[in-house]
């Protein structure tokens, strides 16, 4: 749970400086986790060369825009390493001051794209002493992504709205580790407690749990939700939301198809697509697919390069989403930092039916292994290594009657659609009570000669894809 931090080191800070002294009861709580990623970050970078720490927290090609960032959060990291005490004793009230500066100039798109800098930062420095530093520091902006929703502390962010504010659902386990903090004096002098004493401890919280292993499994499915939540941030908004978990994975050892061909095969036909995939999304649904029963796909511009975006339903053990960056061919899973073959077999997979959906290929060989597309998933034959997969789209539709438009699930082969563009012009809106446009969408309007008032933000114009179904003489 804490990387290189001990569970009694997290413990110690805890008792020593998470007392709640009359604050809200919010404010204990986020106090008492910011200490938790104090430990974590104090022991990441405790053994780490200055210099070193210097080079892998400054980050000097970036655009304007997120030298605030920068700055802002170097000097904690300096302070862990430096003045650790000092450090972990002011962290809380040093985030509480950043968030109140992002929310005051609604930085909020901002912030998550400089949380994907520094996640692509990781993986290029990749030598050991770096690499812990990053980490460290992605613990440190996960954290006061957590003072967003300090208001309404069951709630976490998972995406941005197109106009620069947050999207909010509600945590999975928002009190999963208050039985802890209940019981850290009596973990630190008797180490072990009896399953009666943690039982009483948790279970006013929801929570039955008899040991700290029962904790620990409950405390990594949720970490695994967080963390694939926090990574995913920046490219969910209205339409792409799709995509968002809803039902949160227990981490195990999944069971995968097999791998048709390798993964290399699939990135180099994808380099020449033919097709877009609908603006709507496909959903694929399988049979004979290992533990995977549904892939949820969707495309969307990111730093100038289309990214799609999958979201994975297991058989009865939840989802998890991910990326891939189609150009530069960066893929994210869950897996990623996993010891073993998981997070390569499922970018195989993932990328083989991005293959089938966006480019034309012959099948030459292994006939029998290939995916094959059918209309009927129950009464389809297949052979024993052959996934069988339903493609559908969502097609709106506007009635006469209705002024709202609905959207209706249909089949889809790609040769079988033709794709119009069409424009969307952009316009002023009202903000909700208290919000304010973001320098993004107030320089957006500006170039199109736009003051914006208070209370308004302007919406950019966009394009968006409609797909048709041909029409065949019969």
Request: charged content about 25%.
């Amino acid at each position: 749970m804490f990387g290189n931090a001990s569970f009694e080191d997290m413990l110690l800070l805890q008792i020593k400086h998470g007392k709640r002294n009359g604050a809200s009861f919010s404010d204990w709580i986020l106090k008492k986790r910011t200490l938790s990623i104090a430990a974590l970050i104090i022991s990441n970078v405790s053994t780490v060369d200055f210099y070193d720490l210097e080079t892998a927290i400054y980050f000097h090609c970036v655009p304007d825009q997120y030298k605030w960032f920068i700055k802002s959060y170097a000097i904690p990291m300096e302070e862990a390493a430096i003045h650790p005490e000092k450090f972990a004793e002011t962290l809380d009230e040093y985030l509480k001051n950043c968030c109140v500066t992002i929310e005051r100039n609604s930085w909020y798109r901002e912030f998550y794209d400089f949380c994907t800098i520094i996640m692509k930062e990781r993986m290029t420095k990749q030598k050991r002493r770096y690499k812990d530093i990053i980490s460290a520091y992605i613990s440190l902006l996960m954290q006061q992504s957590a003072y967003f929703t300090r208001s309404k502390i069951e709630y976490s962010i998972y995406g941005i709205l197109e106009s620069g504010e947050p999207l909010y659902q509600k945590c999975i386990h928002p009190y999963l580790d208050l039985g802890v903090y209940d019981l850290e004096k009596d973990l630190i002098k008797d180490k072990v407690l009896n399953p009666q004493q943690l039982y009483e401890a948790f279970k006013k919280y929801g929570y039955e749990v008899h040991s700290l292993q029962e904790w620990a499994a409950i405390n990594s499915m949720n970490m695994t939700y967080e963390n694939n939540t926090f990574r995913m941030v920046p490219y969910i908004d209205e339409r792409t939301a799709f995509v968002a978990i809803d039902d949160p994975y227990v981490p195990y050892s999944l069971h995968f198809p097999r791998i048709w061909k390798k993964t290399d095969v699939y990135q180099e036909c994808l380099k020449e697509r033919n097709y877009l995939l609908p603006a709507s999304g496909i959903t694929a649904s399988y049979v004979n697919a290992g533990d995977i029963c549904e892939i949820r796909f969707i495309e969307t511009i990111y730093d100038n390069e289309i990214v799609m975006l999958y979201r994975v339903s297991t058989y009865g053990n939840g989802q998890f989403s991910g990326y891939y960056y189609t150009k530069s061919d960066v893929f994210y899973s869950i897996y990623e930092e996993s010891i073993g073959p998981m997070h390569e077999q499922i970018k195989n997979f993932v990328l083989e039916n991005y293959m089938l959906l966006t480019c034309d290929y012959e099948i030459r060989n292994k006939r029998n292994h290939a995916i094959r597309q059918t209309e009927d998933l129950a009464g389809e034959f297949h052979y024993p290594d052959q996934p069988l997969v339903l493609y559908k789209y969502r097609s709106a539709v506007r009635s006469k009657t209705a002024s709202k438009k609905r959207y209706v699930e249909q089949i889809y082969h790609k040769e079988d659609y033709q794709e119009e563009i069409k424009t969307r012009v952009g316009y002023i809106r009202n903000l909700p009570p208290g919000q304010h446009a973001s320098d993004t969408a107030r320089q957006n309007a500006k170039q199109l000669g736009f003051k914006l008032a208070a209370g308004k933000t302007y919406v950019r114009s966009h394009t968006y894809r409609i797909y048709h179904k041909l029409k065949t003489n019969i």
